[in-house]
Every structure is written in structure tokens, then in C-alpha cells.
């Protein structure tokens, strides 16, 4: 296995420092590329009181590509689809590498939020 940049080992280790509120995101303990995520549904959403869980992988030229990013539970929600894959612009045409894994998940918690906003859909998702 390859040695992992700077920028992956300082996000990881943010993340299990300082942990987003609501979302728990562990590297696997055989590919640190991979993670296990866990997002709590938000209070005041049709999702609240669900666990949804995710898999995050960031491929080898990431940060310059957006990681990928889907769904394992099943969710009903018009910017997922039935496979899980996430329709959102930012890991899509609109990935920067100023972004960070913690700005991913905080993302997607936000969509749980507001499950019927349209401005988060990419054109390129149908």
C-alpha cells in the first residue's frame, strides 16, 4: 500500500480530533482511502431519529477529484438514487480542492435537511 499524502493524514485526523456533530467518519484499518461513515438524521427534517450509513473513498489524485461518496442504507430522498449514489454538485462539476472530506459530509448532512432544494442538484444527474 502506498503512503498517504499530508492533506488525507491532517483531514483524518481532524476528523476523529474534532468530530463533526451528527456525523462520525472512521478510516477503514485496511485502506485509509476508505471510510466508514455514519450521519444522524438532522432534528426538524423528515429523516430525523435515522442512522444513515455511507462509504466515502477518495480515489489517488484526490484532492484535484471529488471523493466518492454513496448511501449503503437505503433512503428514500430526491437526490439519491436507489443505488445510493448522491446527486450533489460539489462531487461533481462543482469539486474544488479547497474542499475537505469534512465539507463533504457536512454537505450531504445539510441535504438530509432539506430533502427538496434543487440548488444542490447537478445538471449531470438524472
Known sequence: MSV???????????????????????PDEGNARYFHVKVTGPED???EGGLFKLELFLPEDYPMSAPKVR?????????????????????KDKWSPALQIRTVLL????????????????????
Not at 6 to 20: A, F, G
Not at 71 to 91: A, E, Q, S, V, W
Open 71 to 91: 448511501f449503503i442504507t437505503k433512503i428514500y430522498h430526491p437526490n439519491i438514487d436507489r443505488l445510493g449514489r448522491i446527486c450533489l454538485d460539489i462531487l
Open 107 to 126: 454537505s450531504i448532512q445539510a441535504l438530509l435537511s432539506a430533502p427538496k432544494s434543487r440548488r444542490s442538484i447537478s445538471k449531470r444527474c438524472s
Open 45 to 47: 427534517s423528515p429523516f
Open 4 to 26: 498517504l499524502p499530508r492533506r488525507i493524514l491532517k483531514e483524518t485526523q481532524r476528523l476523529m480530533q474534532e468530530p463533526v456533530p451528527g456525523i462520525s467518519a472512521k
